[in-house]
């Protein structure tokens, strides 16, 4: 019976380290995002520079 009620409490505890961790996780996803989105931007830029460099 210990044994049982173990399991289920280590069950509750991982599902409960799993609901903040989807909590973090979504807004450190958000700011991936936008970072990558940026990093994309400042790409283009630069490599429309190089490109009108040679032109």
Known sequence: MADGG???RGGII???RNAA???HGS???G???VV???AGILLL???AL???SYV
Do not use: E, H, I, Y
Request: charged share 20%.
């Open 6 to 8: 173990g399991a289920d």
């Open 14 to 16: 991982s599902t409960g």
């Open 21 to 23: 961790d989807g909590r």
């Open 27 to 29: 807004s450190v996803d």
């Open 31 to 33: 700011w991936v995002k």
């Open 36 to 38: 990558t989105m940026l």
């Open 45 to 47: 830029f630069f490599l």
């Open 50 to 52: 190089v490109v009108a």
